[in-house]
């Protein structure tokens, strides 16, 4: 909870001088609506997507299931570029406000005074927490927010207390209202349509599902019995890793159940600190204090901390606000630390030290000094692709829910359509009021997008099947091979579909000069299934009989990769280099490149012995490829 809450809570710090800079004196009206959007729009949506991916996908797990293929891919890696704006920003933007407050403080010393200088450091510190581990950084954040909410509790107290003594001050503000509003409903209306200028105010949110792998569940399910197994998985049992055993226990009921928690136990503390702030600094503070540069812009609850409690209390807060906005970044690097993994590795575009948590904190850190650079560690120019990725991030899990749920009901369709159209028109209103947040979050997906495909390329030839399992029938077939006089084991590759299997066979003897005393082919027919996933787990490899033929079948996501997997591991399995025979395929060579990359078909021949290749080093332990 305060993981996510160090990005949250910390807008604190910036949020009712927002307000007030975008409603005026309607600012605690404009923050309710904020309030109201959060606990009966925000809140619903993630409470529904922390059931749907309870491994802290969010709304990508949603659209992955929904859309099949390259277009749910393509569709991940858009919100990807968004969800990197966002963090990556999350990280930047709050390292700079907090050099902001350092800068503004009396007593810092000149060396500090430098704002990149300084914002640099602050992002290089974060980076080298998470490099320690993940339970610092909860420590940490753990401490910070106590410590924030602590300090934010005691001076709303001491502005409540002074509002009540002076209940003038109450008076003022309604006179103040109606100089430019004539009616209640009339206020009400400008206020809501300036909520996306508060959209900052819910920062962080969403962060809650984002961290969900950290959320422990209450206790461990009980194993599975492996009665109650199939005869393929108690075969496979001994071979399952600790890992995956590990999954398989894991109590997501109680993660989703404890999630939750944490989402509305979030919402409302934050909802009662963004009330009492935008209240108590709209009504306390003048008006022209708020202007930009003035002694309240970006720091509102900061100016009354000094002005009602002191040059002490006003630096110690001053000191809880500048750590909290310096560890928001935290929830940030969390949330990337956790979809990184679970996404770019498994489609093959990203290199393979991606799905480390070390290598992608340096890498992160790294943007996110480039980008500090890049801004010149400025706040209002980072402000609109940080507002742009949260609200594209807020809209997709809105979007999601809606489409998943559109068949539940006429109350669920029309209350999440409701929810998605209110942040459809604050994505709206922000690309057009600040344009450079989705230009800047176009850079970021088209980044994406070229490196991941990019990726793809280069580890087309990598073998990315994770183990070969063969039925019973199918290992006969291969013991049969090897107690043959000459004992050689001969895969020939056929297209699945076709049935010429004689015509095939003596094609291939004449072609390769194979008589029929030196043994017989097993036929190998794999068909490709969907091709935009990288990564196969299993290859399930069944061998049958047809016209008198032996045929091993399996679906792949890639023939090329499946006929080396399935080489290697009959090689391992008994002791016997296989050969294994193709046909050359008629058309342009680099045309079927790029097919076999895209659709995970080409040709076959050559693909197979590359992946061999890099597979096993030693030409003496090699499968051998014949091609005819």
């Known amino acids: 909870m305060c993981l996510t809450g160090t990005d949250y809570f910390s807008s604190m710090g910036f949020q009712p001088s927002i307000s007030f800079a975008a409603a005026g004196y309607l600012a605690p009206v404009a923050t309710l609506n904020l309030i109201i959007l959060t606990l009966l729009g925000a809140l619903p ?56 407050h350092i800068v503004e403080n009396p007593f810092t010393p000149a060396l500090f005074h430098n704002r990149l200088f300084t914002t640099l450091i602050l992002v290089g510190s974060l980076g080298l927490i998470f490099l320690k581990g993940f339970g610092e950084a909860v420590k940490i954040s753990a401490i910070l927010v106590a410590f924030y909410l602590g300090v934010n509790g005691v001076i709303l107290s001491v502005c409540l207390l002074k509002l009540m003594e002076n209940p003038v001050c109450f008076a003022q503000w309604h006179k103040h209202l109606f100089e430019h509003h004539s009616s209640y409903l009339e206020m009400f209306k400008t206020a809501a349509f300036v909520f996306p200028q508060l959209a900052l105010g ?62 509305v136990t979030v919402a409302v503390i934050m909802s009662i600190f963004l009330l009492l702030g935008s209240l108590t600094t709209t009504l306390l503070i003048p008006a022209e204090l708020f202007a930009k540069h ?64 070390r290598p992608l904190v340096v890498f992160f850190t790294l943007v996110a000094a480039m980008i500090t650079v890049i801004f010149e560690a400025d706040v209002d120019s980072q402000a609109g692709a940080f507002a742009t990725g949260l609200l594209v991030m807020i809209t997709s899990a809105a979007l999601a829910i809606t489409w998943l749920n559109w068949n539940k009901g006429w109350k669920m369709r029309l209350s999440f359509s409701l929810i998605s159209l209110i942040f459809i028109y604050s994505c709206v209103t922000v690309s057009l009021d600040r344009p450079d947040g989705i230009l800047i979050s176009a850079c970021f997906i088209l980044t994406v997008l070229l490196t991941s495909f990019i990726s793809r ?14 039925n019973k029938r199918a290992v006969r077939f291969i013991d049969e091979a090897c107690r043959k006089d000459l004992g050689e084991i001969r895969i020939l590759a056929h297209k699945p579909g076709s049935t010429n299997y004689k015509q095939k066979e003596q094609e291939a003897r004449r072609t390769h000069s194979i008589q029929d005393k030196e043994g017989d082919f097993i036929f190998l027919e794999v068909t490709v299934k969907d091709v935009s996933d990288f990564i196969d787990e299993h290859l399930e490899v069944n061998g049958t009989e047809t016209q008198g033929f032996r045929i091993l079948r399996c679906s792949s996501l890639s023939a090329p990769n499946a006929i080396a997997a399935l080489l290697l591991h009959i090689r391992d399995s008994t002791g016997k280099v296989p050969h294994v025979y193709f046909e050359w395929t008629e058309g342009n060579p680099l045309f079927y490149v790029l097919k076999y990359i895209l659709l995970g078909e080409g040709e076959t021949a050559p693909l197979t012995r590359e992946i061999l290749r890099v597979a096993e080093a030693d030409k003496g332990k090699r499968p051998k490829v014949h091609v005819g």
């Open 45 to 100: 949506t993630y409470w529904l997507v922390a059931r749907e991916s309870p491994k802290g996908q969010g709304s990508f797990a949603i659209f992955e299931r929904l859309l099949s293929g390259w277009m749910g891919k393509t569709l991940v890696l858009v919100l990807l570029g968004f969800a990197f704006t966002d963090f990556v920003f999350t990280i930047t933007m709050c390292a700079a406000d907090a050099t902001a």
């Open 202 to 263: 819910m920062s962080g949110f969403k962060t809650g599902v984002a961290v969900m792998p950290l959320v422990a569940g209450n206790q461990p399910t009980e194993p599975v019995e492996n009665a109650d197994r199939s005869e393929a998985e108690r075969e496979q049992i001994e071979d399952d890793d600790n890992d995956e055993e590990s999954e398989n226990q894991e109590d997501l009921e109680g993660r989703i159940k404890n999630t939750r928690k944490l989402l």
């Open 294 to 357: 003035g002694p309240a812009d970006g720091r509102a609850l900061a100016y009354l901390a000094h002005l009602y409690l002191g040059e002490t209390f006003g630096t110690i807060y001053d000191l809880a606000t500048i750590l909290i906005l310096w560890f928001a970044g935290a929830s940030g690097m969390a949330a990337l630390l956790s979809l990184v993994p679970q996404y770019l590795p498994r489609y093959g575009m990203a290199p393979s030290w991606a799905a480390a948590r």
């Open 457 to 470: 390329a280069l580890r087309s030839t990598e073998l990315r099947i994770g183990d070969v399992r063969l």
